[in-house]
């Protein structure tokens, strides 16, 4: 799919302001992110809540940018053909699946995408091997997908708007 420059300059903006945010916050330290998965640790006081702060941070800032187009009246986005719509709403059993063995993944190592490519430019041969396993995963499960899918409708690509 061909992107026309300013929605490729958008896109690298919004990459290289959420990787400053990851940095600022220490989400690219695993340590940082181990010490929150450790729910063994409140009792004791080990626990630290501060991804959570970052997590509904984002979380905040997403729903504005998703509402955007509903609260001003846009019909496009300013450097996009379309904004871009889910075309499922349920919660499956991919879903859950998929969410697990994320949850899995990112507990045992406490690196998730974006954290371990912003990781790449401090400590890559600590986050080097997962970042390569990361790729690899996730081409050979699309791959996987792509095998098994069942035809749909070429308006139900991402960002195409439906007629």
Known sequence: M???FPVLAVAALAGIVFGFGLAVSRMIDPEKVM???DF???PAGGWDP?????M?????VALVGMRLDRWVGLR????????VRPDRFQIDRELVIGS???GIGWGLSGLCPGPAFADLSL????????VVAMLVGSWAMGQALEWSAEPRHPSASVGVPAE
């Open 2 to 4: 061909k992107r026309s």
């Open 76 to 83: 496009a986005p300013l450097v996009a053909p379309a904004f």
């Open 50 to 54: 501060s991804l959570a702060f970052v």
């Open 35 to 37: 010490n929150f998965l």
């Open 123 to 130: 400590i890559p041969t600590s986050v080097g091997l997962f």
């Open 56 to 60: 509904g941070g984002g979380l905040l």
């Open 100 to 102: 697990g063995i994320f």
């Open 40 to 42: 063994g640790a409140i």
